[in-house]
């Protein structure tokens, strides 16, 4: 019998063991490992995550979070479903412990028609679309500018970095220091900074990008900030993040993008290619 139980960081092996086991028979799961889901647990502290098992199995995963989008509140939702256990109603009684007191939106890809079908019989409505890119000659770092250099991220950098990215990113999700500094925790991931030269204390943009465990690198975020827009940053610190991948031995690099993004016009130049589209769906209360 099936039985839901709150999450606790000792479920993490089930839970990346389910993820492995859906993987091998539905490539739009993906296989992760107990430390990078307990990791990816502890960066989510305001979600809520519940976990449906059988007996020492578990059979299905859901989770919420809160997000800001300009002015809009919403839980941003995943629901997963073992894939030799769908079409059984374990998907409706995952949806039912998600928050009701927000509207609540996720990201299915227009293959995944049964998902589309799922949310739009609860409700939900498609609102935004991303592009899903990728780029196969990873290449090696540009040449060096005198005006500004790329380093590390430190713990100091991460205020900075919150208000950039919600000033340049104002159609997407607000983030904050706390959430930046959390996601920095994970082993394989990398964040890197652009400073000037004459005032490296000083953010003008920043990276998120990691190696996934099949060894192609992955670009979480890159934010220049409006202040220092229109120079070139932008491509630079893309040519040097593609170079540091490449350096991991990453064959290629992939990113999603809002549709309505400029920055989509940046990634075409630089010879990503779109794979496929997200859509965002979201209710209505």
């Given at each position: 019998?099936?039985r839901?139980?709150p ?14 086991r ?12 107990a ?5 990816f ?45 769908r ?32 949310v739009e ?11 899903n890119?990728?780029?196969?000659n990873?290449?090696?770092?540009p ?52 400073v ?5 204390e ?33 491509r ?26 400029p ?13 496929s ?9």
């Amino acid at each position: 019998m099936t039985r839901f139980r709150p999450y606790q960081e000792a479920d993490a092996p089930a839970v990346a063991a389910f993820f492995v086991r859906g993987a091998a028979q539905d490539p739009g799961m993906r296989a992760v490992t107990a430390p990078q889901w307990a990791a990816f647990a502890a960066r989510q502290r305001d979600a809520r995550f519940s976990n449906l098992w059988d007996g020492d199995q578990v059979v299905g995963v859901a989770y919420a979070w809160p997000h800001r989008v300009g002015q809009e509140h919403a839980y941003h939702f995943c629901i997963f479903v073992d894939p030799t256990r769908r079409r059984m109603g374990l998907g409706s009684r995952l949806f039912e412990t998600l928050p009701q007191d927000l509207p609540v939106q996720c990201r299915i890809q227009p293959k995944w028609t049964a998902g589309a079908a799922f949310v739009e019989a609860k409700g939900l409505r498609p609102t935004r679309a991303w592009i899903n890119m990728t780029q196969s000659n990873v290449g090696s770092p540009p040449s060096p500018r005198a005006d500004f250099v790329t380093r590390p991220a430190e713990v100091s950098d991460f205020d900075a970095m919150a208000r950039i990215n919600n000033r340049a990113h104002h159609f997407e999700s607000e983030t904050t220091a706390d959430s930046l500094a959390q996601h920095a925790k994970d082993e394989s991931t990398s964040v890197m900074v652009l400073v000037p030269t004459a005032s490296p204390e000083d953010i003008a943009g920043f990276c998120i990008y990691e190696r996934e465990p099949d060894g192609t690198g992955w670009i979480d975020n890159i934010v220049v900030s409006p202040d220092h827009q229109t120079r070139g940053l932008g491509r630079h610190l893309m040519e040097t993040v593609m170079g540091a991948l490449g350096a991991m031995e990453c064959p290629s690099v992939s990113l999603q993008v809002n549709a309505d993004n400029p920055a989509v016009a940046l990634y075409d130049a630089l010879g990503f290619v779109a794979r496929s589209r997200t859509r965002l769906y979201t209710s209505s209360t």
